[in-house]
């Protein structure tokens, strides 16, 4: 079955609790919300892509969690950006120091924050440059790394807060940087 991207122009600014209620309602979507208050909704990924996102969130869990350095989130996760956008990344870090206390008592609730750092995994169905604007995006309201993984094209391009862009080669190994510290993969094994 082929699905695509339904935009969804609101006559109203839909509010974090309708945006929870419509999710919950409709298990089988994921919706964000962008700047300008319009949803998009996303159909479940294949198994290829669903694989990968799983993959790209365990080596990122398993890293951050063995370093004590904060918290991981699933592409589950809606986050209010400063922009009032609701996103949801593929896998998303934040330092702990960043997490404000309760923030996990509060579970149907967004996170009001920008992540520290991104995954975005390209689907077959995805367009590249509304990833590239979705990851330019991010960097605008404070995330300082995001990591856009193109397997079509077999790369990645790294997106930081400085504004630089770096495209890497399928055998490259990606870093955490500052913002991950210690945190590398090899990119192939997310392709």
């Given at each position: 079955?082929n699905?695509?991207?339904?935009?969804?122009?609101?006559?109203?600014?839909?509010?974090?609790?309708?945006?929870?209620?419509?999710?919950?309602?409709?298990?089988?979507?994921?919706?964000?919300?962008?700047?300008?208050?319009?949803?998009?909704?996303?159909?479940?990924?294949?198994?290829?892509?669903?694989?990968?996102?799983?993959?790209?969130?365990?080596?990122?869990?398993?890293?951050v969690?063995?370093q004590?350095?904060?918290?991981?989130?699933?592409?589950?996760?809606?986050?209010?950006?400063p922009?009032?956008?609701?996103?949801?990344?593929?896998?998303?870090?934040?330092a702990?120091?960043?997490?404000?206390?309760?923030?996990?008592?509060?579970?149907?609730?967004?996170?009001?924050?920008?992540?520290?750092?991104?995954?975005e995994?390209?689907?077959?169905?995805?367009?590249?440059e509304?990833?590239?604007?979705?990851?330019?995006?991010?960097?605008?309201?404070?995330v300082?790394?995001?990591?856009?993984?193109?397997?079509?094209?077999?790369?990645?391009?790294?997106?930081?807060?400085?504004?630089s862009?770096?495209?890497?080669?399928?055998?490259?190994?990606?870093?955490?940087?500052?913002?991950?510290p210690?945190?590398t993969?090899?990119?192939?094994?997310l392709?």
């Open positions: 079955m699905s695509k991207k339904v935009k969804v122009q609101s006559l109203y600014t839909v509010t974090d609790e309708e945006l929870m209620l419509m999710s919950s309602q409709n298990p089988e979507l994921q919706f964000e919300r962008n700047a300008d208050g319009t949803l998009e909704t996303m159909p479940p990924t294949g198994g290829i892509s669903g694989n990968r996102e799983i993959k790209a969130g365990a080596y990122l869990l398993n890293w969690e063995n004590d350095l904060g918290e991981v989130f699933s592409s589950s996760t809606g986050f209010r950006l922009n009032a956008a609701v996103r949801s990344p593929d896998a998303a870090f934040v702990k120091e960043r997490l404000s206390e309760g923030w996990d008592e509060q579970e149907d609730k967004f996170l009001n924050l920008a992540p520290d750092f991104v995954i995994i390209r689907s077959k169905n995805d367009s590249l509304k990833l590239k604007a979705k990851m330019e995006e991010y960097i605008a309201n404070g300082k790394l995001g990591w856009l993984i193109e397997c079509q094209n077999q790369q990645a391009l790294v997106y930081r807060l400085d504004g862009i770096t495209q890497y080669p399928a055998t490259a190994i990606l870093s955490g940087e500052d913002v991950v210690g945190f993969l090899l990119l192939a094994k392709l």
